[in-house]
């Protein structure tokens, strides 16, 4: 389904790499099962991170390559639709065995054949996404990408930084609890969280989230730091804590991948939810809108809800695509 590192859809230049994801039938490479990279890396906004493991490979049917004329000419033209990315954060969006992999590349790929044309994702780093759009590195970006006001209005911490951006949104994700496999203990979810030991990565979200239940509550958090999300709920999985708070995409994959999905499991329900959104040029209102009819179409014909269940996030599924519907 991804091209390979060493077929033609690998592009190098300008210091980045772009994987090209051919509408099955279009060309490219077929299915094949890489190992995970094992790697880790620092947190971004709408996202941490943990080394991947592979879930099962999938195939999807053949689908010619006629570019939908609800796309710009220009891109029509191209014949690749390019969307930039941030390839760190399984599940979403990562490296797995010299391929490209996650929701959003699953995701990326069908709207890819709903709009009859192969898509190229683009690896950037994540702060500087939205200024290659800007920019016109690529068309889209598809990061976990957090749709928020600032964003849409083009400000970074209240200055004015462009145009701005719409979003289709796609994904919502809030922080989730992460217990061991059977919840000896009872957690009923985040608020139950008072008076047990909890482990949650340092200078994340989740950590500052139990510093503020702390606050709130007499019954303090025994808070557990750890330097990475994989160290984190491995503590967990050994017994030395109760639960883990982190966010709910790493979450979700931590339980279905750790042991065979057999060591972890999720209580409870998300707080402090975030919709994420593929984000596009204001100036790009028919792409934008394209994009949006092709997201609501695989909604209907169930290939949506195939994806985030391929990778075990279907709480985080939206019921239809809506365009800057974030806070």
């Not at 699953?106 to 800007?134: M, Q, Y």
């Not at 340092?202 to 606050?215: M, S």
């Not at 997201?295 to 269940?309: K, Q």
Request: net charge negative; with cysteine.
């Amino acid at each position: 389904m991804i091209a390979a590192l060493s077929a033609a859809g690998l592009v190098a230049g300008g210091g980045a790499l772009a994987w090209t994801l051919w509408p099955d039938g279009a060309g490219g490479s077929g299915d094949r099962e890489g190992g995970g990279d094992g790697s880790t890396a620092g947190d971004k906004p709408g996202g941490n991170r943990q080394p991947a493991t592979d879930p099962a490979p999938s195939r999807t049917p053949t689908h010619a390559a006629t570019p939908s004329e609800a796309l710009p000419k220009e891109i029509r033209d191209r014949g690749v639709l390019t969307i930039g990315s941030d390839l760190t954060y399984p599940p979403m969006e990562f490296r797995r065995g010299g391929e490209v992999a996650g929701v959003d590349i699953d995701l990326g790929k069908a709207l890819g054949r709903e709009l009859g044309i192969r898509v190229e994702f683009r690896n950037s780093v994540f702060d500087s996404l939205l200024a290659g759009l800007a920019a016109g590195r690529h068309d889209l970006v598809m990061s976990a990408m957090a749709d928020t006001q600032e964003r849409r209005e083009g400000r970074v911490d209240g200055v004015r930084t462009g145009a701005g951006v719409d979003f289709v949104d796609y994904f919502s994700a809030g922080l989730a609890v992460v217990v061991r496999k059977g919840n000896p203990e009872g957690v009923g979810g985040p608020e139950d969280l008072s008076g047990r030991t909890v482990t949650v990565q340092r200078g994340t979200v989740a950590h500052d989230y139990l510093d503020r239940l702390n606050r709130r509550r007499s019954k303090k958090v025994t808070i557990r730091e750890t330097d990475t999300t994989a160290e984190a709920y491995g503590d967990v999985a050994a017994g030395r804590s109760s639960a883990c708070l982190g966010e709910f995409p790493v979450a979700a994959h931590a339980a279905a991948t750790r042991s065979g999905g057999t060591a972890l499991e999720i209580v409870g329900d998300q707080v402090e939810r975030l919709t994420y959104g593929i984000a596009v040029a204001k100036a790009e209102t028919a792409l934008r809108d394209a994009v949006a009819a092709a997201l609501d179409r695989l909604i209907a014909n169930g290939e949506y809800a195939r994806v985030l269940r391929r990778w075990a996030v279907e709480d985080g599924a939206l019921e239809k695509a809506t365009v800057n519907g974030g806070r």
